[in-house]
């Protein structure tokens, strides 16, 4: 058990209502959670939970308990979250630090806050930058990065800090197709490391791609929870506004058309 | 109605530094729907910010209807191109939903009753119309993006950019950018939409143009652009085609960039004496 949730809800300051209700989740070690849901269904209310950015930062009313590695962690500081459950916003834009004059201090920035040695922190830079193939950007001003570039230096700086855990809100939101790979390629190799990992995504084809479980998301509350490839072709997910991977609507458009023709099983999406 | 002509546009933000957009020759016809693809960095945004304006050209030229954009200030270019920007929380300033989408269509001049009937209709198309007095900064990052479409949309300007109109969108969010995609073209209007999203490019657009460190290295329908001759040219921009277009190519259907293009193809496979259902 990793990090869990037990009767969580989520009330956001001034709001009547509660954003994410009776949520209940156990994440396993090197697993890739990945969630979906229509917009507002409260999946970036449960990434700020999950984070422990609500209510520290994020002012509200939590209700039930966070667990990370089986502690409830409901007196810990920020900076405590922080070190173990790392975390990624779609809008890269309000993630990076502002105070870095070139894409490779700002991916130093955060495993530098760590207190880490000054070589470790070098090497790690390295590989995250090398990981998220963006190793030309280094001396760059990341203030003038397109907008997926940004994406991916701040992925790197989050990688550089080798969090224990991860949740990303919809992490490749600016991505080209080759940046989202890269993307699912290193969330890949975390979560063989033993990382446990929940992403919030509307891309079901990187769902797929990526995740052993899916949970879906409806007006805060779990409606599906199960295997990826399970939930990805459950027939309710249109009703619930996700929409179904590539491979799945080709499957549903040729079963309409009569025609049982099967796809080549080894393309991915 | 507006054409669009690009000749040998260049642009670099610092001297002596990379050029974002390389000499790129375009022509735009209204009407068209055109998607513009590429890697991150390849110089799409920077293209499209010469459309009205925001980025002047360091050579070659930008022509709307055989005029020198040059020659126009940047609120003369506002009432002929309008462009929704990829980072929604650069572009939203307003108190309110309303007044936000009321702005382009006031500062446009436009009479009262036309600037009512503008920002109703863009509300309704982004399926706003409910939250008009809403503090924007209330709404969602989806529903903020969809609130940045429709405020371009009021503008009625007759070519409209959308810079990655579908990021953070639901199926539904999709659905309604596709329609309004599909509604402007019907209309006359042009639409170019940057894209990530290759199947939203090949199921809602006529003409794909990929972009590769800042010159236009393939151009034409998505047929073509998707097709697997044109594979390696996507590849060195590190693109690849939708999903059904590779399914097509591995079942030797030839090329078959949407599911209706799969289905069409297949269909005929099976039963070839009965004529390809419409596309």
């Known amino acids: 058990m990793t990090l869990a949730l037990h009767g969580v809800g989520y009330r956001y300051a001034g709001a009547s209502t509660e954003s994410i209700t009776g949520v209940s989740l156990e994440m396993r070690d090197g697993e890739v959670v990945g969630l979906g849901g229509a917009s507002e269904a409260g999946k970036s209310t449960m990434c700020l939970v999950l984070s422990g950015l609500a209510p520290r930062a994020i002012k509200g009313v939590l209700s039930g308990t966070l667990l990370v590695d089986g502690e409830d962690v409901t007196a810990w500081p920020m900076h405590r979250m922080a070190e173990v459950v790392g975390t990624i916003f779609q809008d890269p834009t309000t993630q990076l630090s502002g105070v870095c004059a070139t894409v490779f201090e700002e991916v130093c920035f955060g495993s530098m806050n760590l207190g880490l040695a000054r070589d470790k922190v070098i090497d790690r830079t390295y590989a995250a930058l090398d990981a998220m193939g963006i190793g030309e950007l280094a001396a760059r001003d990341p203030s003038r990065l397109s907008g997926g570039q940004m994406q991916l230096v701040a992925i790197a700086g989050l990688l550089a800090m080798r969090p224990r855990h991860l949740v990303l809100d919809e992490p490749t939101a600016q991505l080209d197709p080759a940046g989202t790979v890269l993307v699912a390629d290193a969330l890949a190799h975390l979560a063989a490391e033993g990382a446990s990992i929940l992403i919030a995504e509307q891309k079901t084809d990187m769902l797929a791609r990526i995740c052993s479980r899916v949970l879906i998301l409806e007006s805060g509350r779990i409606v599906l929870d199960g295997a990826a490839e399970d939930v990805l072709a459950d027939a309710r997910l249109d009703a619930l506004g996700v929409p179904a991977p590539s491979a799945v609507r080709l499957r549903r458009a040729l079963d309409a058309a009569g025609l049982a023709t099967d796809l080549p099983a080894d393309l991915v999406a | ?279």
Request: contains cysteine.
């Open chain 2, 1 to 279: 109605m507006t054409t669009v002509v690009l000749e040998d546009l260049v642009h670099t933000y610092a001297e002596g530094s990379v050029r974002a957009v390389d000499g790129v020759d375009l022509r735009i016809g209204s009407g068209e729907r055109v998607a513009l693809v590429g890697q991150n960095g390849s110089g799409k945004s920077t293209l499209a910010r010469h459309l009205n304006g925001l980025l002047r050209p360091t050579d070659g030229r930008v022509l709307l209807d055989g005029v020198d954009a040059r020659t126009r200030t940047v609120a003369q270019l506002a009432r002929a191109v309008a462009v929704c920007f990829q980072d929604t929380d650069r572009q939203i300033f307003a108190g309110s939903v309303g007044k936000e989408v009321a702005f382009g269509p006031r500062n446009l001049g436009m009479p009262a009753d036309v600037q009512r009937a503008a920002v109703t209709e863009a509300l309704d198309a982004v399926g706003l119309a409910a939250e008009t007095s809403t503090n924007p900064y209330d709404l969602g990052y989806s529903r903020r993006k969809l609130l940045t479409i429709a405020s371009v949309l009021a503008m009625r300007t007759p070519v409209v950019v959308l810079d990655e109109p579908t990021t953070g969108q639901d199926a539904r969010g999709m659905d309604r950018v596709a329609t309004i995609v599909a509604r402007l073209a019907a209309d006359g209007r042009t639409v170019i939409a940057i894209s990530h999203d290759m199947r939203f490019v090949a199921e809602h657009f006529e003409r794909v143009i990929v972009m590769r460190a800042g010159k236009v290295v393939l151009d034409g329908p998505p047929v073509a652009v998707f097709g697997s001759a044109a594979w390696d040219t996507l590849a060195s921009t590190y693109l690849e085609a939708p999903y059904p277009a590779r399914v097509g190519q591995r079942m030797s259907l030839g090329s078959t960039p949407t599911d209706v293009a799969v289905v069409a193809a297949l269909g005929a496979r099976v039963h070839p004496g009965r004529s390809r259902p419409d596309a």
